[in-house]
């Protein structure tokens, strides 16, 4: 997919030498960018998937971890 996005002068330059750096393509780059800024800041995805593994294996208590606590 192409799009065009607006960069402040400075970002662009900065992502623009990095990717020099680790060559890699711009379209690489803001591509892997985006992605770890989505999964970084995709919490419910996190706390959904958490319930639905609770819900899956229920809430009571484990008898093994009883015993051990005991």
Request: proline share 6%; aromatic share 6%.
């Amino acid at each position: 997919m192409k799009t065009a996005i607006s960069l402040p002068d400075a970002v662009f330059q900065a992502a623009e030498r990095h990717a020099q750096r680790t060559q890699k393509s711009r379209s690489q780059l803001y591509a892997e960018a985006v992605a770890e800024y989505l999964h970084r800041h995709a919490p419910d995805d996190v706390t959904e998937a958490m319930n639905q593994v609770i819900d899956e294996i229920g809430t009571a208590p484990d008898p093994f971890v009883q015993a051990a606590a005991q």
